[in-house]
């Protein structure tokens, strides 16, 4: 399910009421397959949101954004992000 109509890695911290309206009527239909929303999610709050919705949340742009250019310190920096958009 995609949370946005802009491009991936926009600059939104928020879901508009509309978005949230959509992720209701979705929720609302019962589907039988596992439903992910993705597209923009990029924070603990946004994705503890999603998680009141779907099944999960795929998390991309902001993911890379945050990988280090030169690689030192990636173990790190991966739970971080990790620890972060779990426990906010």
Same mark, same amino acid.
């Given at each position: 399910?995609?949370?946005?109509?802009?491009?991936?890695?926009?600059?939104?911290?928020?879901?508009?009421?509309?978005?949230?309206?959509?992720?209701?009527?979705?929720?609302?239909?019962?589907?039988?397959?596992?439903?992910?929303?993705?597209?923009?999610? !990029?924070?603990?709050?946004?994705?503890?949101?999603?998680?009141?919705?779907?099944?999960?949340?795929?998390?991309?742009?902001?993911?890379?954004?945050?990988?280090? !250019?030169?690689?030192?310190?990636? !173990?790190?920096?991966?739970?971080?992000?990790?620890?972060?958009?779990? !426990?906010?």
């Amino acid at each position: 399910m995609v949370a946005d109509n802009s491009i991936t890695g926009g600059d939104s911290s928020e879901f508009s009421e509309a978005q949230l309206n959509y992720f209701r009527r979705i929720k609302a239909m019962k589907l039988r397959s596992n439903v992910l929303i993705g597209f923009g999610i !990029k924070s603990n709050r946004q994705f503890s949101i999603t998680k009141e919705y779907t099944n999960g949340s795929i998390i991309g742009s902001e993911f890379i954004r945050r990988l280090p !250019k030169d690689g030192d310190g990636l !173990k790190e920096v991966i739970e971080d992000f990790v620890s972060g958009i779990y !426990k906010g």
